[in-house]
């Protein structure tokens, strides 16, 4: 079973199928093309993507509907060969896509979410692309409120 080392949770088994692959790299970070989920109960409905290349590239994610619910996101011809997603509606096409956006956290401010450039992935194939989307850059930092799971107290 491979491994990464992440600075962030140490040493990560996991499947082949687990991996996400981005063909063309996430934008600014093109050696960045495969990607590992890592959920962690505490922080749902966050996630982190950890880069199999790079263990100190750690990404912390949202579900698109958890940062804005509807939003309506939008695919162009070349996010679409990306994944090999073909032409088919997106809105019934929702289980077989992920969308989930990256998330920035700051220690005053609240976290945001980008918007502009969701992570879409196809569960057929985990190909997944960073597709821009046609809105203005104030979805950049889109200001999000996600209740973030909790233990119950002993």
């Known amino acids: 079973m491979p491994s990464v080392e992440s600075n962030l949770f140490g040493s990560l088994s996991f499947e082949e199928d687990q991996v996400i692959q981005l063909r063309s790299g996430l934008p600014g970070l093109p050696h960045s093309n495969r990607l590992l989920p890592v959920s962690q109960q505490t922080i749902e409905p966050f ?16 579900p698109l509907a958890v940062a804005k ?70 979805y950049l930092r889109y200001p999000i409120e996600a209740t973030v799971a909790r233990e119950e107290p002993c």
């Open 69 to 138: 619910s509807d939003f309506e996101l939008h695919l162009s011809a070349e996010d679409r060969r990306e994944i090999d997603f073909g032409s088919g509606e997106i809105r019934r096409n929702m289980t077989e896509l992920g969308v989930f956006v990256l998330v920035s956290v700051g220690d005053d401010r609240v976290p945001t979410a980008n918007l502009l450039a969701p992570l879409v992935i196809s569960f057929r194939n985990q190909l997944a692309v960073q597709a821009i989307q046609p809105v203005d850059e104030s």
């Open 47 to 62: 996630l982190f993507f950890q880069s199999i290349e790079d263990p100190a590239l750690t990404l912390l994610a949202v």
